[in-house]
């Protein structure tokens, strides 16, 4: 369909779906872009800013909400969840499952995608809405090998979803966007003979930072439907029936059990301006879109998701706090002093020593004899009162704003009005639960990426190479895959086959491996306080959990000091498991026996499922219905 549209007719479909989703998105794009800017600063309205400036009266902006944002990111980047690999049919190998879980472990610390999840996060949390994105590359200048990789994605919203999807990654969407901006000289040294001519998206704002004579163009993923037919055949000579995507030639060496048609789709890449396709039509090599959205907190109201973040109801309680702020140190800075009564005739020749008196502290101050008011001084008068009310409605916005983004005083570390350990740590926790949405998302976020990763892989990592896998110790070794080797430690052959079986992801979160290492090694040594003959049990493991150097090495000595009951199931030093003690020739004799009766009883059983098996394919095609007769000239 798509792929063999001349380049008008796909720009213009291009065209119509990007309006559609832009239009859908714009509503929500506006209320996030000033959740934005409220975050950085811009608080209170123009016309009422205007007119205190104005009136030299003060506009102040105690920003709150990067400690609330901060907060919830926070315990994302304390505990970061971890994609690992599980096979989930009979062809998947729990071994290349752990390879898998390595390889991913690499691309993501390869390419930094820590960088790309903090991004996301942050603007989850502040607007309700971020994105990452998967890409490939050469693995170097010198290979035509490719590599899988993150990227991060500063601007979410150069990143554009059909609207008519359902899911919360919008995998099953017709269509993804994302645009860019390219400088002018660039735009021509990449694509020359192509007009300058950029693609109409005009609410993708990258503000100033771009030079302003750069083009934007556009990414564009659709899914090309595809009609295909599959066969379960039975091949002559075999008892297991298999399927095809095309029958043999040879009518003879199969029969045909069914068939079935699949309407499915074949995902293409473009590079588009609104005049040409720059590039593509490239198959992309998975089933999924690369770009991966992360939402905030979401809301569906008669069909339409609304998705925000801890910004967005606590405006209001934040431009009350920095009015009530701003008329309680208008009200404290124009208070009037302290002020002296007296007669005019009082200051006589000592009025310059009154008018310093704010500024100098005077031993004493000196007044004439008023001949009018004998006897009397000049007496202080009591200064007028700052109105209460402003300092309540300051205390009651503070509240508000911890009310609305659900963290309490307790939950930010600070001093609050519960009493008891309980009730604190209650209090704390209500809030951590408060914030789950935005972790629990980014999880979801996550655990699509590994869809991504799996679905590419295969395709990426296709043929006979070595590998980097990274462990969960930070530790790293390289394995061969897709190709047969010979492992030096067993002396046996190996494929580890990445283009075979499938396999799923689940997404972990917990403290980084350091940090679980601490923590095991803090609860190692409060065990030993209460059972010290535990000691040289432990010993190995304890200094293992070190981070001086030459830790593994003691480790190691100790482990040997260590009765060999006690390790007899644990590696060896050449990290294979040690054998137990030989058995004595009897005991030999008698295994072996048994070992030839085992192999014997399985030999026997899978004859009888073999028998089984061909009973029940000759049935099911015994049953087949036959062809109706065709007419005469079909």
Known sequence: MYKEM????LIKAAREFFAEAEDAFYPQYTEMIDDLKFLDGEQWPGTLKADRVNDGRPCLV????????????????MNRPTIKVKPVDSQADPEVAEILTGLIRNIEVQSNADQADDTAGDSAAACGYGAV??????????????VLGVQRVPNPFSCYFDPMAISFDKSDGRYCFQTEKIARTEYKRRFPGFALTEFDASRDDYGGWVEPDALRVVEFWVKDPIKKTIYFILEKGETEPKIVKELPENEENYVLIKERKVEG???????LSSSDILEGPVEWPSKYF??????GKELNIEGQSKYRGAVKFAKDPQRLYNYSRSMGAEAVSLAPRAPYVMFAGMLGANKSQWDSMHKRNYNYLLVDHDPQAPGQLPQRQMPGQVNTGIQSETIIADQELHDTVGLQLAAMGQKSNEKSGKAIQARAAEGEIGQYAYNTNMIRALKQRGRVYLDMIPLIYDVGRIVTIFNEDGSDRQVQVNQEYTDKKTGKTKRHDLTVGRYDVVVTVGPSYQTQREEAADGIYSFLKALPTAGPYVQDLLAKMQD??????????LKKTI????TREEDGEDGQPQQPATPDPAQQ?????????????????DKIRAEIRKIEVETRVAAIPPPPPQRKGE
Not at 589 to 605: D, G, I, S
């Open 265 to 271: 789709y074949q995902m293409l890449w473009y590079r």
């Open 6 to 9: 001349d380049a008008q007719d």
């Open 133 to 146: 994105r998967i890409i490939t590359d050469y693995e170097n200048d010198n290979t035509f090998d490719q």
């Open 563 to 566: 009765p060999e009951e006690i």
């Open 548 to 557: 001086w150097p030459y830790a593994d090495e003691i480790a190691r000595r």
């Open 589 to 605: 004799m008698e295994m072996a026996m048994m070992q030839v009766k085992l192999e014997q009883e399985k030999a026997e059983l």
């Open 62 to 77: 105690i920003n709150k909400l990067p400690t609330f944002i901060d907060r919830i990111t926070g315990d994302q980047r």
């Open 290 to 295: 690369p770009v991966i959205p992360v939402f």
